[in-house]
């Protein structure tokens, strides 16, 4: 079982950019295929993107698309969210997400209900 911290939210203006990073422990991190959701008030979670267990892969909605990257260190068992060109819509709280599996195919993991485990989310807002 792994135990994920999100951290790097905050406050920025649109058009700025933030690094959101998920720590993991209790489980061997290379196991997992990783994903970034993200929930506003009211509203389902949404996928925002994956990477797999090795990072050679990673898969993205359409509305992050070119602005967001997806990075991992397996040796410092961290996750990263590189958001740039931040928009006044991207404002949410974003969670990362773990599911176990060096064969999970990435493309198929983009709701929820594909992620065994989750962290405790971290807020980011854009004003405009």
């Known amino acids: 079982q792994v135990h994920l911290v999100e951290s790097g939210g905050g406050l920025v203006e649109a058009g700025g950019s933030l690094r959101l990073s998920c720590a993991a422990s209790?489980?061997?991190?290379?196991?997992?295929?990783m994903g970034w959701f993200r929930q506003v008030p009211g509203k389902e979670r949404k996928f925002v993107g994956a990477i797999n267990w090795n990072g050679g892969m990673q898969y993205y909605a359409d509305s992050v698309k070119g602005r967001f990257t997806i990075s991992r260190d397996n040796d410092k068992n961290m996750l990263y969210l590189q958001m740039n060109s931040l928009k006044p819509e991207d404002t949410a709280v974003y969670y990362c997400?773990?599911?176990?599996?060096?064969?999970?195919?990435?493309?198929?993991?983009?709701?929820?209900?594909?992620?065994?485990?989750w962290g405790q989310g971290t807020q980011v807002t854009v004003s405009s």
């Open positions: 209790g489980g061997t991190f290379s196991r997992y295929a």
């Open positions: 997400a773990a599911v176990e599996g060096q064969d999970i195919i990435i493309l198929t993991t983009t709701t929820p209900d594909d992620y065994e485990y």
